[in-house]
């Protein structure tokens, strides 16, 4: 793969001929030499595809009609999917933070126990990957969804009826295999139905269903919290199947995937979705003729999707090999840019002077609230935002956060052990020098490090909690989305599997120190994103074909057509050379 120059933006590329972008639409926008562009009001625009842009701008969807709301409430039940995810993610934090738990299973609050209990997790949706690729291709995004409904409630069940480590630990594996088959499907199914013009608001708010389960599970464990018996545990543990429900009794309700409908020679259910859903009842709608010759010419009904062994289009083509370069960087670098510390986040808290437990899982909760604010603000803007610059900028300000929040740790870890000496001095105990360490310390050094702290997770939010949905969905084409979001889902896991096994071993360890390691590879993710990341923004899935074909798809994904636009809004010609 070959590197770039310094293009950041559309607008600082040379302007190429239409036909050199993609096969030509002169059905949706005519070609010409700026003829049109002397007519009062007219204007010049830059645009990444001609056809999409004057499709678009022609094809108003009605945002409140029937089968738009009809649209949220099928994007809403993918977001469900994700909620079940994120609950896990401030699930476990909050619960072995809990005397009653400890009671029952004498795990600590770091350390190997600790550690298999996160990762058996990460290892059962390690496990289901491959089995929810299967689903998802042959069965459909839908059915997906359901089946891992019903495997994540099996799981709940095993773990909330635990009274042995081990019980527990299956069910957490087993939990970890549901949740691999609905975030397989439900990312798939949320980009596959949207409007291209909505397409990253639709994947972007998919991928905050993250937020969606972290955020009550913080709340329910909060409250659960002051519960004087092992129903403290029990109850938030119990409650994780109930998005599962939701999404298990909504698919019968909702339109299936028209790519799926069309890589399964169904193509008139799939013309049918796109005239009701995306063509406001017209079948001569220029965005439906543009999406239906697309996906006529690109999608195939004998796609590798109906092989269910064969991943060698992933990596034996060059055009393969750059997409899962887009999926292996997102899901690496959105795994491992310093967020799985937030599994962990009441032992931070613990290092940086928080130490009562209730104190920890107020902080947990305010955390998750301001990192959702952080990605919902990104959501809104996805469509409009070039996705590979914000990555670039994003990466770097969190391994800037980071280090401040180390510094200030740094000198916060001094002045604890100085307290804790002198405490030491004045004839304590070990463990009450260490418990009342905190007087001997600067308080704003803590206030800084946790607002340092809160900022990083702010800005990742920002950056990367919209685009790992959208950059791995938007990277694959049809045929091979299932198999690459399974790939992609095992690559996240490995990752999770990383963090949630060496971080409480190595915060055991090294303490704040662990950080460290977040801040150097943050700048190399940064020098990733900028020499290898392929800008998918204001093209269709089916024209990104194109791009990754090109010998440099970085560069090629920079390029703009010149399209004019008259008073009224209308495209009246794109031109060319």
Not at 262 to 285: M, Q
Request: proline share 3%; with cysteine; aromatic share 12%.
């Amino acid at each position: 793969m070959s590197s770039h120059g310094s293009h950041d933006g559309a607008s600082t590329e040379k302007h190429i001929a239409t036909h050199d972008i993609a096969p030509a639409h002169d059905s949706i926008v005519p070609k010409g030499h700026g003829e049109t562009a002397t007519k009062p009001g007219a204007q010049e625009k830059e645009v990444r595809n001609a056809a999409l842009f004057a499709a678009i701008k022609e094809s108003n969807i009605k945002p409140w009609s029937k089968e738009s709301i009809h649209l949220y409430f099928a994007i809403f039940v993918a977001f469900c999917c994700a909620c079940a995810n994120g609950y896990d993610g401030s699930l476990m934090t909050g619960i072995i933070a809990m005397e009653r738990f400890q009671n029952q299973f004498h795990t600590g609050d770091t350390g190997q126990k600790v550690s298999v209990i996160f990762s058996l997790y990460t290892v059962g949706a390690m496990v289901g990957a491959p089995f929810a690729a299967i689903l998802s291709d042959r069965f459909g995004r839908k059915k997906g969804m359901f089946c891992g409904g019903i495997v994540i409630i099996i799981g709940a069940v095993i773990v909330a009826t635990s009274s042995k480590l081990a019980q527990f630990v299956v069910g957490r594996f087993i939990l970890g295999l549901g949740i691999a088959i609905m975030t397989v499907a439900a990312p798939a199914y949320s980009i596959e139905i949207a409007p291209p013009h909505w397409r990253g608001r639709c994947t972007g708010f998919y991928n905050c269903g993250w937020f969606g389960g972290s955020i009550p599970a913080a709340c329910v464990v909060y409250g659960c919290y002051f519960i004087k018996s092992d129903w403290s545990w029990r109850i938030p543990l119990i409650l994780q199947a109930f998005t599962c429900l939701i999404v298990m009794a909504s698919v019968f309700f909702l339109p299936e995937s028209p790519r799926f409908l069309f890589a399964n020679n169904r193509e008139a259910e799939a013309i049918a979705f796109l005239v009701k859903y995306h063509g406001n009842g017209d079948p001569n709608s220029k965005l439906v003729l543009l999406e239906t010759e697309e996906m006529r010419d690109g999608i195939k009904t004998t796609g590798v999707d109906k092989v269910w062994w064969d991943y060698r289009p992933l990596f034996m083509t060059h055009n393969g090999r750059w997409r899962m370069t887009q999926v292996l960087m997102i899901s690496i670098f959105g795994q491992f840019s310093g967020n799985g510390l937030g599994y962990f986040n009441t032992v931070i808290f613990k290092n940086i002077g928080v130490t009562s437990t209730s104190k920890q899982l107020a902080y947990n909760i305010l955390n998750s609230v301001i990192s959702a604010i952080g990605a919902l603000t990104a959501v809104s803007m996805t469509d409009r935002m070039p996705r590979r610059t914000v990555l670039i900028i994003g990466t770097f300000m969190c391994a800037v956060a980071l280090a401040t929040n180390s510094g200030l740790s740094a000198t916060l870890d001094k002045q604890t052990q100085r307290g804790t000496q002198i405490n030491l001095d004045q004839g304590m105990d070990e463990k009450d020098a260490k418990d009342n360490a905190y007087l001997h310390v600067d308080g704003n050094y803590a206030k800084g490090a946790l607002a340092a702290y809160f900022l990083f997770n702010v800005i990742f939010s920002f950056t990367y909690t919209p685009l790992q949905g959208v950059i791995p969905t938007e990277a694959l084409e049809t045929t091979i989305r299932g198999k690459g979001l399974a790939l992609s889902g095992f690559i996240v896991n490995a990752m999770g599997f990383i963090n949630q096994f060496a971080g409480p071993i190595a915060l055991d360890n090294i303490g704040y120190k662990y950080i460290f390691v977040f801040v150097g590879w943050d700048l190399v993710e940064t020098v990733a994103w900028y020499f290898f990341g392929v800008e998918s923004q204001g093209r269709t899935l089916e024209q990104l074909e194109w791009v990754y074909d090109q010998p440099n798809p970085v560069k090629a994904s920079l390029k703009v057509e010149k399209v004019v636009v008259q008073a009224d809004g209308h495209v009246s010609e794109a031109i060319v050379a």
